[in-house]
């Protein structure tokens, strides 16, 4: 057994069909019919496929032309990477809200912590409903969640009732619970390792839970240590927010054009507030500030602007994603359906050389310290607990 | 309307009036120029709201007088694309139509009514005079040290100070403050406020000719100036910065116990050598002063180090070292117009103040070195 820290509960939230569904969605006509996401030339593959299609054995990654053979009915529809990526993007967004412990694992699947936070936001099974709502609420899309005390179960579990499920994996149990799945579902286990496998009888998890652990580490080495731990449902990685930022962001669509300027302003402010608690989480200071404005009419325009000193403070990059929005907003105010904002060229703080300044001591310090009381809040209570207000 | 134009004296008016027009506005109007015809002028106008500029170009023969209003991009690229001497602009509803040698261009224009009506200088009650070379001086000396950002002091604009006939022009990012004293050829009591950067720059863009006499008005929000004499005076209206400017006169140190005197080259070309080596880590350039010299160094992790010896006559006081980012100091020597720059210095954690004469001053913060 390895050594069990204290129990977590570990969310893995994966879009289902994610590229078929938003094809889907945005043009209604599709609905209900078999959709196909790729290109038509001789090499196209399958990017997504739709549940409709699915069902004539049309999956993700099978060549274009072997699809639409299984099912000639298929509507082909062309990737729209920007739009995928801009839903993405939402959804993120409505993950950070529940835990600043998010892995994105791709465009569409995420690993969420929510240890600790059950008093706040209720059950697990709670939390992955709640999670389920907002995403479908907000993009009218279905996410499949698998709930479970770590990121193998967790992925194992979200794929065990799709579409638009929700698994949960309890503690007690779990080496049963799974014994019955083919070896072939484990982590780290490719063709090879899968027919070596085979070759010695081991079909599934179970068989690979009676085996006994030196004997694996003899055919396997080191692997053979990770399948034993996760054939009995043990895995003890971590969940670890983004490695290397380039660029952090928040965005929102709103459900209609919003012609207040006022209450645009307002999402900005959450936004910012949002960011910097990112960037002082990943302990990075950010040069360049931009803000993204999206029309009725879905033309987009982005303001941007870089600061002398990279920095990490709310005060700061509110006042220049303020100034950035009011200058738009005083010449060429058009109702808003989509308001974004923000960080990047983010670089560590600090550096070898620190420019003082003339006259901003004592407001920075205040400045800082106000960052820091507030994200002590947020790391107790969740992201929504405080927020500045307007004046 | 019908105008015979020198085609080089209208190049120069577009470039200095064009350059007032807005990069990016969705309000098509914006994005022109408005000519009219007056007293054998043809005016030249532009704004982007906050700031508007007027001008008259006199190389012109007036056949018919009347307003346009086209695109200022495409008037400018045609005018400048030309190697005519003369080009004759005549309007036809709101269609201009240039005419060169071997040329015709039509461009579609807007209704004149409907832009925004540009400021005159006629009914301005003068604040004060200056000569046009002493105000284009002290802009020079200033205005590079302004903020871009925005911070809770109003620091984006260059601080309009005067009493009596002295005036004073001040400039800060927070991290360094220039001062530039001059005087005013007429001025009574006193005035105080905040020009925007860029209407400075505009302004600095009509005073090529240093005799010239500039007339200043300033109003509630507002401030005006008229370049020249009669009715082809250039005029430029602008918003002021609103706010307060922070309290400089309480950051330019009087307590100095260091003082050296360079000569203003030599110093320039130590700081622009030893900056090579530094980058946006470590962008402090170290100065160890002892005796008879003057040692700058600079690090740049994984990259390199520099140190460059410089030769003191007059260095008075103790030894000291302090770090200066090397951009803050060769933005003012880039800028002064003397032979001599003066250092004071008292501490590697209290601003350093160079001055040439009386009437320039520049504090800058060090930058803490570890």
Not at chain 1, 267 to 293: F, G, M, N, P
Not at chain 2, 121 to 148: K, M, P, R, W, Y
Request: hydrophobic share 40%; net charge negative.
């Amino acid at each position: 057994m390895v050594v069990m820290d204290e129990p977590r509960t570990i969310l893995h939230v994966d879009m289902d069909a994610f590229f078929a569904s938003i094809e889907q969605r945005d043009l209604p006509e599709l609905k209900g019919k078999p959709v196909l996401v790729g290109g038509k030339g001789p090499l196209a593959v399958v990017a997504a496929a739709s549940y409709e299609a699915r069902k004539f054995g049309c999956r993700s990654a099978q060549p274009m032309a072997i699809a639409l053979r299984k099912c000639p009915e298929a509507v082909v529809a062309k990737p729209r990477m920007s739009r995928y990526s801009e839903v993405s993007q939402q959804i993120f967004c409505i993950l950070d809200d529940f835990s600043p412990l998010v892995e994105p694992l791709s465009i569409d699947e995420a690993f969420v912590d929510v240890t600790g936070t059950e008093r706040i936001l209720g059950s697990p099974r709670q939390i992955a409903q709640k999670i389920r709502k907002r995403i479908f609420n907000e993009t009218g899309l279905t996410a499949s969640v698998g709930v479970a005390p770590n990121k193998f179960l967790a992925k194992l579990a979200s794929d065990m009732d799709k579409p638009d499920g929700l698994t949960i994996i309890e503690r007690e149990g779990i080496p049963q619970a799974i014994a019955g799945l083919a070896i072939s579902r484990m982590w780290g286990v490719g063709p090879v390792t899968e027919k070596k496998l085979l070759g010695m009888g081991v079909k599934t998890f179970g068989d690979l839970q009676s085996l006994p652990i030196d004997e694996l580490i003899k055919q396997f080495g080191s692997l053979g240590a990770k399948l034993h731990h996760l054939s009995h449902g043990d895995d003890s990685r971590c969940v670890t927010p983004e490695q290397s930022v380039k660029s952090i962001s928040q965005e929102v669509t709103f459900d209609e054009d919003i012609s207040d300027a006022e209450k645009v302003r307002d999402v900005l402010l959450k936004q910012v507030e949002k960011v910097s608690v990112r960037l002082r989480k990943a302990q990075l200071h950010a040069r360049t500030i931009t803000i993204k404005i999206r029309y009725g009419d879905f033309q987009t325009i982005t303001r941007s602007m870089t600061l002398n000193e990279p920095s990490d403070q709310t005060d700061r990059l509110w006042r220049e994603a303020k100034n950035l929005f009011d200058k738009w907003a005083n010449s060429n105010f058009k109702p808003v359906r989509l308001i974004g904002m923000g960080v990047s060229q983010p670089s560590s703080p600090g550096g070898l050389s620190e420019q003082m300044g003339l006259f901003s001591k004592p407001e920075n310090e205040r400045s800082k310290r106000l960052d820091a009381t507030t994200d002590a809040i947020r790391n107790k209570f969740g992201l929504n607990a405080i927020h500045r207000g307007t004046s | 309307m019908k105008v015979l134009c020198d085609r080089a004296a209208l190049v120069d008016a577009l470039n200095v009036v064009g350059s007032v027009v807005p990069n990016r506005t969705p309000t098509p109007v914006l994005r022109c120029l408005k000519l009219s015809t007056a007293d054998g002028l043809l005016m030249l106008a532009a704004t982007d709201l906050e700031v508007a500029l007027k001008m008259g170009v006199e190389q012109v023969e007036i056949e018919q007088t009347g307003e346009a209003l086209v695109p200022a991009d495409k008037i400018t690229q045609i005018v400048r694309a030309c190697d005519d001497q003369t080009l004759t602009l005549e309007m036809e509803d709101h269609t201009m139509h240039i005419r060169g040698a071997d040329a015709h261009f039509k461009i579609f224009g807007f209704d004149p009514s409907e832009f925004p009506p540009v400021v005159d200088f006629d009914d301005a009650t003068i604040d004060c005079e200056i000569a046009a070379g002493v105000l284009q001086s002290l802009i020079g000396l200033t205005l590079f040290a302004a903020a871009s950002e925005h911070s809770r002091y109003a620091i984006n604009g260059v601080l309009f100070d005067r009493n009596k006939r002295n005036l004073r022009l001040i400039a800060t990012d927070g991290r360094r403050l220039a001062m530039a004293k001059g005087e005013c050829l007429v001025g009574e009591d006193t005035t105080s406020c905040i020009i925007p950067s860029k209407a400075l720059k505009l302004i600095t863009k009509l005073l090529d000719d240093p005799e010239a006499t500039v007339r200043i008005a300033v109003e509630d929000n507002r401030i005006r100036l008229s370049v020249g004499e009669g009715a082809d005076a250039a005029v430029l209206s602008s918003s002021l910065v609103e706010g307060a400017f922070p309290p400089f006169e309480d950051v330019i140190p009087s307590d100095h116990d260091k003082k050296v005197t360079f000569d203003t080259t030599t110093l320039s070309s130590a700081i622009r050598r030893a900056a090579l080596l530094t980058n946006e880590e470590s962008k402090g350039v170290r100065l160890h002063f002892e005796n008879d010299s003057l040692t700058l160094s600079s690090r740049a992790p994984e990259m390199g180090e520099a140190t460059v010896e410089v030769k003191l006559d007059d260095y008075q006081g103790e030894p000291l070292e302090i770090g200066f980012n090397p951009g803050f100091i060769t933005d003012a020597l880039n800028v002064v117009n003397s032979e001599k720059i003066t250092m004071e210095l008292k501490a590697p954690n209290k601003p350093g103040v160079l001055r040439t004469d009386k009437d320039f001053t520049y504090v800058i913060m060090p930058v803490n070195l570890q």
